[in-house]
């Protein structure tokens, strides 16, 4: 079956650091982009990642850039999010989601009606 499981959330301290796997089943992971977002409580959806399906290029929200690094291993059928210098407004549910019939990422920020499967969703909260 076509399926997304995001891995790793928790709770961490702010300026600490956490990795996020996100693993694909029943589709070939390196046929598509990728893409990242999360969800603050009473708030939007917002995409604050996307790579590309051969992970040669890369884009990030400005509330990330130089924070969070997003990779690939499609031979593992797993993206990846580090996130590192972690504040609590960094807290929300993270999502990974599959571009719909896309190979490349569109914009700076990914779009979430461009994409057309998606993960459970992964805890992530950052309190002292």
């Known amino acids: 079956q076509l399926q997304l499981v995001e891995y790793g959330g928790g709770l961490v301290q702010p300026r600490g650091s956490l990795r996020l796997s996100c693993a694909a089943s029943g589709f070939a992971l390196g046929n598509y982009a990728i893409g990242w977002f999360r969800q603050a409580p009473g708030k939007e959806r917002e995409g604050i990642s996307c790579?590309?399906?051969?992970?040669?290029?890369?884009t990030y929200a400005e509330s990330v850039k130089g924070r969070f690094t997003i990779s690939r291993d499609n031979g593992k059928q797993t993206v990846y999010l580090r996130m590192n210098s972690l504040k609590p407004e960094d807290t929300g549910i993270y999502y990974c989601?599959?571009?719909?019939?896309?190979?490349?990422?569109?914009?700076?920020?990914?779009?979430?009606?461009?994409?057309?499967?998606w993960g459970q969703g992964t805890q992530v909260t950052v309190s002292s």
């Open positions: 790579i590309t399906s051969s992970g040669r290029d890369t």
């Open positions: 989601a599959r571009a719909r019939d896309a190979f490349y990422c569109h914009g700076n920020v990914p779009f979430r009606n461009d994409y057309d499967l």
